[in-house]
């Protein structure tokens, strides 16, 4: 007989039911704006991590550990600059697209202080960011090679768009919106429900259900 109970050491929460100060930050279930002006509805499920050494010790993938989508500074809200730390669930779906990228390129992949997680009241938030839905890193460095040159950005996004389609990788270019010093890479506005996540309560009749 199968174990289907979770073994992820991170305990799920739901951040509607988080104290204030941390719902004021993370905004959960809210509403945010793309800069066209579509409404994106932000995560409601998040992971709470204890710890640095926790963060350090659990792993979304074989080569990626939770620390590695946590590195702010001053510019992150109060809240989340002490511990414990939320993450949305879907931060494990990333996780899985970067090991993807490292298998392709062979070597390791960085990310950059706030290149991974970003709370919608992060001073560099501007919109609706996929960094708010945990779906977006910055990689600063491949293996050996410094993200810092349109050429080598150019290569690793080809790579990048080539193993994962759906992916989005932000436009050369020194202007607001473009990057020139880093590979921005992200899934879009994926939310995350895990199995267990408890949801709401609907009394809702299935098909073949009696009339």
């Known amino acids: 007989m199968g174990d289907d109970s979770p073994h992820f050491p991170l ?3 739901d951040g509607r039911r988080l104290e204030r100060r941390y719902r004021d930050v993370l905004l959960p279930g809210g509403i945010l704006c793309d800069h066209r002006g579509h409404a994106r509805v932000l995560p409601r499920y998040f992971y709470e991590v204890e710890s640095w050494q926790q ?5 979304l993938a074989p080569h990626f550990s939770v620390s590695e989508f ?4 001053v510019r992150e809200a109060a809240p989340l600059r002490v511990f414990p730390r939320y993450i949305p669930c879907a931060t494990a ?4 697209a970067l090991e993807q990228l490292r298998d ?3 070597t390791y992949v960085y990310i950059g202080a706030n290149g991974g997680y970003c709370s919608p009241r992060h001073a560099g938030t501007g919109g609706a ?3 708010c839905w945990g779906t977006a890193a910055n990689i600063y460095r491949i293996g050996d090679t410094y993200l810092d040159t349109h050429e080598s950005i150019a290569r690793y996004s080809q790579i990048a768009r080539d193993l994962l389609p759906t992916a989005w990788t932000r436009p050369l270019g020194p202007e607001m919106a473009k ?3 880093h590979l921005h890479l992200d899934l879009g506005y994926v939310i995350s429900v895990p199995r267990e996540a408890p949801g709401e309560t609907y009394n809702v009749k299935l098909a073949g259900d009696p009339l």
């Open 55 to 59: 963060a350090r010790d659990t792993y």
């Open 104 to 106: 392709a390129v062979g």
């Open 70 to 73: 946590i590195h702010t500074d």
């Open 93 to 96: 779906l990333l996780a899985v």
């Open 11 to 13: 305990r799920l929460v």
């Open 129 to 131: 960011s996929p960094h």
């Open 179 to 181: 990057t020139d010093d």
